[in-house]
């Protein structure tokens, strides 16, 4: 069965840098794939969705990239603030199925 | 706010009740969708309704847990006898056909059970 990855469980990272986080999955590769940012005690929210013939899609700071030979996802933030730590999620919605998150930490 | 809600927002319960929970989707999706979250994990699917037909269960749903959407509106999820390990938090999530099934979560039900 379907299964995703996502590599990092926690990421640290300076003010005005560059995160990426990674997602894998490892069987078929989906039409779409999907990002979600999670704040604690809270429910996940959508952010982008990327299709399997779109290498890259981009919104505001955030840029996702979906490379099916390699069967991975990317989400970079751009010019991070403290105000992006969160848990960010990918998800296989077709499948109903989500990676387990990697929580960002965005120091002043 | 139009935004899907959950009702309560917590609930500790004692081993072996029942517990009810209630979503309410965002008015004009017609699809509704039941996960379950542990600490550190991300949402694990537990039941879909498009309108008011349950099309999906997991497997790992035991039967215990049954779920309704009665007039394709609201939606409820019992667990009965509980245990220790269905404590988690209960997302409820809503989408509407046609938009690569984007879904819009609430904010959850936290159980404990003691």
């Known amino acids: 069965s379907q299964k995703i990855e996502q590599n990092s469980e926690a990421l640290n990272i300076q003010e005005g840098k560059t995160a990426t986080l990674t997602c894998n999955y490892t069987n078929y590769s989906p039409a779409y794939l999907q990002w979600y940012r999670q704040d604690p005690g809270r429910g996940p929210v959508f952010l982008l969705l990327?299709?399997?013939?779109?290498k890259e899609k981009r919104k505001e700071r955030l840029k996702v990239t979906f490379d099916t030979t390699l069967k991975q996802s990317l989400f970079h933030i751009t010019a991070s603030q403290p105000a992006d730590s969160a848990t960010y999620l990918c998800?296989?919605?077709?499948?109903?199925?989500f990676g387990a998150g990697t929580r960002l930490t965005v120091k002043p | 706010d139009t935004g899907v809600s959950q009702d309560p927002r917590h609930k500790i319960t004692k081993r072996g009740q029942n517990v009810t929970f209630r979503c309410d989707p965002i008015s004009e999706h017609n699809r509704l969708y039941w996960y379950r979250q542990t600490l550190g994990q991300g949402p694990e699917f537990l039941t879909y309704f498009q309108n008011e037909a349950q099309l999906e269960k997991s497997r790992l749903l035991s039967d215990r847990f049954s779920a309704e959407r009665p007039k394709g509106s609201f939606s409820t999820l019992e667990i009965q006898r509980t245990e220790q390990g269905d404590s988690a938090m209960y997302l409820c999530?809503?989408?509407?056909?046609?938009?690569?099934?984007?879904?819009?979560f609430g904010p959850g039900t936290r159980l404990t059970v003691l």
């Open positions: 990327i299709r399997e013939n779109e």
């Open positions: 999530a809503s989408s509407s056909t046609g938009v690569k099934d984007t879904q819009y």
């Open positions: 998800a296989l919605v077709n499948d109903m199925r």
